[in-house]
């Protein structure tokens, strides 16, 4: 297909209320792609750029039980023209996971893993998206060999350089949580991105069970976000065992971004934070800016809070430690099929874009679980800076 069929164009704008799905077959946004539960396979880690003429890219990876994410994992890329309202697929990736687009210096890069816990890879496109490199050493993308661990993060360039976060993943066990160990990924941003030896990888924080008096199990999915007083920080979506309140974890960074340091008591109350969020900067506004899986009251002991996905909210700060919620913006009021996750975001002017993880109703009985989307969707906020 060269088109990819529209099955709602549901934009959500400013002036709009929250958009209640429950009535709905289709997801609210536009449908970049659709995968049923029937294929064995998911649809995660979305992500979206905008290109310097206007244009769109997106893309996502797959994963479940027919996928072949623990050997070569597949993304998929996508583009738009006409701001967001078709989209059109242009290539497939063998051998890329837990990615993320960016733009730099007149080309397209995607960056992640080559599979699940895999490598630490990056590609470039010259060709918006088209055609990609192939990261088969140190000298084409190839940054760090072994076993990582990722998602779709901001890609932050501060003082001269660009920084993204990962996590190791065999740093003291192979259990899911306690194998994270924080890191920090840095490079001058006019050096080749596809050289490893011009990135820095800094120290890894390890899983330390203590954290939290003893609720901590793991950190994941790390932000890197510039403070206001001109430092690099990792900001880490927080995963405990059984409390209701949400927690972040802010990681402070050395210049050089050779060196991560964490003090214990630097974990703050966010809403959505036990879910993976992306944290931007606006200059005009002030404020750090957020889209969160909020968990409202009512589904407060329904399940897990890191489990409860079906209600995306806009979230503001001034400092980082400090989160107001904003505006709702996507819901729908069953939790256990439904989800609205892993969003990533862009400022668009004054307008925010955004691609969602989406597990929704359709013809074959809608996705398998909240957290096994059946579709990639696109979505846009309006005006974002007025009430």
């Not at 990924?185 to 050096?191: F, R």
């Not at 060196?259 to 879910?275: H, I, L, Q, T, W």
Request: hydrophobic share 35%; net charge positive; proline share 3%.
């Amino acid at each position: 297909m060269n088109k990819i069929t529209i099955f709602s164009v549901l934009a959500i704008i400013l002036s709009l209320p929250i958009i209640n799905a429950q009535e709905k077959i289709h997801p609210p946004g536009v449908v970049i792609n659709h995968i049923p539960q029937s294929t064995g396979k998911y649809i995660g880690s979305p992500s979206i750029c905008i290109l310097s003429n206007g244009d769109y890219v997106a893309s996502h990876d797959e994963f479940g039980p027919k996928s072949t994410e623990f050997r070569s994992a597949i993304t998929h890329i996508f583009t738009s023209s006409d701001k967001g309202i078709t989209w059109r697929k242009i290539s497939t990736i063998d051998g890329q996971f837990w990615s993320n687009l960016f733009y730099h210096n007149n080309a397209l890069y995607i960056i992640g893993t080559n599979k699940h816990h895999g490598n630490f890879i990056i590609r470039k496109s010259t060709d918006r998206g088209r055609t990609w490199t192939i990261p088969y050493d140190n000298k084409q993308g190839l940054i760090l060999e072994g076993e990582y661990h990722t998602a779709p993060v901001p890609v932050l360039i501060h003082k001269g350089r660009i920084w993204r976060a990962a996590e190791y993943a065999t740093a003291k066990s192979t259990k899911w949580g306690e194998r994270y160990s924080a890191l920090l990924l840095s490079i001058p941003e006019n050096a080749d991105l596809l050289d490893a030896k011009n990135w820095t990888r800094s120290n890894h924080l390890p899983f330390d069970s203590t954290y939290l008096n003893g609720h901590f199990k793991a950190w994941l999915e790390g932000n890197a976000v510039a403070t206001k007083d001109g430092r690099v920080v990792d900001i880490l979506r927080v995963h405990t065992s059984d409390l209701q309140e949400e927690y972040c974890a802010i990681v402070d960074v050395e210049k050089d971004g050779k060196r991560v340091n964490f003090d214990k008591n630097n974990f703050f109350e966010m809403p959505g934070a036990s879910k993976k969020f992306m944290i931007r900067y606006d200059e005009k506004t002030d404020k750090y800016w957020a889209i969160v899986n909020y968990v409202d009251d009512e589904y407060k002991g329904k399940s897990k809070a890191s489990s409860l996905r079906n209600k995306a909210v806009f979230i503001s700060s001034k400092n980082l430690k400090e989160w107001i919620k904003e505006r709702d913006l996507l819901f729908h009021p069953d939790h256990l099929k439904h989800a609205f996750q892993y969003i990533d975001w862009l400022f668009d002017r004054d307008d925010i874009v955004f691609v969602s993880r989406t597990a929704y109703d359709d013809e074959e009985g809608g996705a398998k679980a909240a957290h096994d989307a059946n579709y990639l969707t696109f979505h846009r906020i309006k005006n974002f800076r007025n009430k």
